[in-house]
């Protein structure tokens, strides 16, 4: 099994940053991809920020111009760097991974349980 735990969540002014993480854990043989949705009350979860395979890089385009991700592959951990916050940034942050648990189980999706995070005007 693999787990997913995202950290970092908090309340901040508008104006303000947040670094959030996501740690993988358990059974990993490869992680394919790495992203970072996002759902707002009221909202459909969109897609925030991600490593997509072959290791590209993709932003949502509300934020591509003040969020930034990387990932360390030591730690199976990717982090968000959110900086530039805006009151339509809050929402609960999900991340989400494909993951190769093993060459005969092939890429299976997980997702974490969520972070929340606030910005006041």
């Known amino acids: 099994q693999v787990q997913l735990v995202e950290s970092g969540g908090g309340s901040v002014q508008a104006g303000g940053s947040l670094r959030l993480s996501c740690a993988a854990s358990?059974?990993?043989?490869?992680?394919?991809?790495m992203k970072w949705y996002r759902q707002a009350p009221g909202k459909q979860r969109e897609f925030v920020a991600g490593?997509?395979?072959?290791?590209?890089?993709n932003y949502g385009e509300s934020v591509k111009d003040r969020f930034t991700i990387d990932i360390d592959n030591a730690k199976n951990t990717m982090y968000m760097q959110m900086n530039h916050m805006k009151p339509e940034d809050t929402a609960v942050y999900y991340c989400n991974a494909y993951v190769v648990v093993s060459v005969v189980a092939g890429v299976q999706s997980y997702w974490g349980q969520g972070t929340q995070v606030a910005i006041s005007s």
């Open positions: 490593f997509i395979s072959g290791g590209n890089v």
């Open positions: 358990g059974s990993i043989f490869r992680i394919n991809a």
